[in-house]
């Protein structure tokens, strides 16, 4: 069975509207001439309106005839506009419009057959990187458009470095191997394919564009966020508002919410995600998932130790164990998605400012504030801390309640934070080791827990005495959860 693409968004820049595989180009400048006209409508409608039955892309029948009449009208049936058959102006604008490349026909919400990936986790590589971002900034806009997702129903996303994965992630130029080859800068920017084997759920994005974060350029979220759509199995909506709209709009990767639309088409494959006592979760996995890391490797360490409430949380890849501060047993692992989907994996680090009821979790050059596991607002840059712009991310942090002042680590040097202030401490940063004695190795976390500070590196648990300024024991890290 030949797989087809999903997507290839399709982009109307400056006068020139172009479209994804065969299609002709055709100049969109303010067509004068009633035959520049049908002109283009003609290749659109060719695009976007015609089944596999029909003609082939690029043919064209005569201006006016009965078949061109009839899927106008598809396409003011799709987009809502009057039905009329006839080319008027807004059946025009709508055809002049930045979208997506898959065609309106056939069945708008998911594709015909309904595929749909058969576990709820998935596997994601990003293979080709684009010379026109940083990898840090792919890897977080591909991490945040799936989370779009991930956030509405009960799928979880692990990045893999190598091998196969479910949903390959690749930056391509022209003929790439999957007979839809790009075509250039202000062309198609991307496409993906309906899950399945193969290249079901690859997604690839045509290296010749300028992939941005923000608004110049393409914004690689919002085209990431719409082609995962497909990825997961949804075709296009008729709602306006809805990420899979046919027509591109750029959509801010920070603060961004899945609109209604998009929650009911997804949940239509998937189901909602459960929720229990407010806090939304997504099933555990088998214990001999290979996904699953070690819980009890002895050499491992944590990535992040805070207190939240009354709990303690320790996070290492993209799980967490919650327990009692006095209390081994009950512990469980749980996957950060299950209570901070905005997360996903790999916390940097964390801590919690008890007095405001108020913790604070890092990763790369971000960090979120949560009230218990509710997450309180977008992300934040870390530089609002004060840091140099050297400083990309923070591997732990600590808060010292006595004085009322918060340690980052970063490499082998710590700053210190004045909560009262708001401000970073001058002369810093300063080296750990010989700031505080008998610590050895980079710092991964550390929390303050009655007067003692435990600082985590690699397998060690170092309890530190702040009065005696010394280590006073040493512990296996894996001790913390049981092992």
């Given at each position: ?35 520049n ?15 596999k ?70 596997t ?29 129903v ?135 998932s ?21 709990e303690?949380?320790l ?22 998605t ?63 309640k ?39 190795g ?9 007067g ?32």
């Amino acid at each position: 069975m030949t797989v087809l693409p999903m997507c290839g968004l399709a982009l109307l820049l400056g006068a020139a509207l172009e479209f994804c595989t065969a299609a002709p180009s055709v100049s969109a400048a303010a067509p004068r001439t009633t035959q520049n006209k049908y002109h283009l409508a003609q290749a659109y409608l060719d695009k976007y309106y015609t089944s596999k039955a029909g003609p082939q892309v690029g043919e064209m029948g005569a201006p006016g005839g009965r078949a061109l009449i009839k899927k106008i009208k598809e396409l003011q049936a799709f987009f809502g506009l009057r039905i009329t058959g006839k080319l008027d102006r807004p059946t025009m604008d709508m055809i002049k419009r930045p979208r997506c490349g898959v065609p309106d026909v056939a069945n708008y919400r998911l594709f015909p057959g309904e595929p749909k990936w058969k576990k709820n986790t998935l596997t994601y590589r990003i293979s080709k990187y684009t010379s026109s971002m940083s990898p840090a900034e792919v890897d977080k806009a591909v991490e945040m458009a799936l989370q779009a997702w991930g956030s509405a129903v009960p799928l979880s996303f692990i990045r893999v470095n190598s091998g196969e994965a479910d949903i390959m992630i690749s930056f391509e130029t022209g003929d790439h191997g999957d007979s839809y080859p790009f075509d250039g800068p202000r062309g198609t920017l991307a496409h993906a394919f309906a899950p399945g084997e193969g290249l079901g759920g690859d997604t690839h994005f045509d290296n010749a564009e300028k992939w941005t974060m923000g608004m110049n350029g393409f914004n690689l979220f919002t085209v990431a966020a719409h082609e995962f759509g497909h990825a997961l199995g949804l075709a296009h909506s008729t709602d306006p508002s809805a990420l899979m709209y046919p027509t591109y709009k750029y959509q801010h990767p920070y603060g961004f919410h899945l609109p209604k639309d998009d929650v009911k088409g997804i949940q239509a494959l998937y189901g909602p995600r459960k929720t229990l006592l407010g806090k939304p979760t997504v099933p555990h996995a088998p214990p001999q998932s290979p996904s699953i890391p070690d819980l009890c490797d002895s050499s491992s360490s944590f990535d992040a130790v805070t207190m939240l409430g009354k709990e303690l949380l320790l996070f290492r890849d993209r799980i967490f164990w919650r327990r009692q501060v006095h209390l081994m047993a009950g512990i469980r692992p749980s996957t950060i998605t299950s209570s901070f989907p905005q997360l996903m994996s790999n916390v940097d680090a964390a801590y919690e400012v008890a007095e405001r009821g108020t913790a604070y979790f890092f990763k790369g050059p971000h960090y979120w504030i949560t009230r218990g596991f509710q997450m309180q607002g977008p992300p934040r840059t870390i530089y609002d801390f004060g840091f140099p712009r050297y400083v990309q991310r923070i591997d732990a942090a600590v808060y010292l309640k006595d004085v009322q002042k918060t340690l980052f680590f970063v490499g082998d040097e710590y700053y210190s934070y004045d909560e009262r202030k708001r401000k970073m401490e001058k002369d810093y940063p300063k080296n750990t080791e010989e700031e505080f004695s008998g610590v050895n190795g980079q710092i991964d976390a550390a929390v303050e827990l009655n007067g003692y500070i435990y600082f985590f590196s690699g397998p060690k648990a170092y309890k530190y005495d702040t009065e005696k300024e010394d280590v006073v024991s040493v512990l296996k890290s894996s001790s913390w959860i049981g092992c």
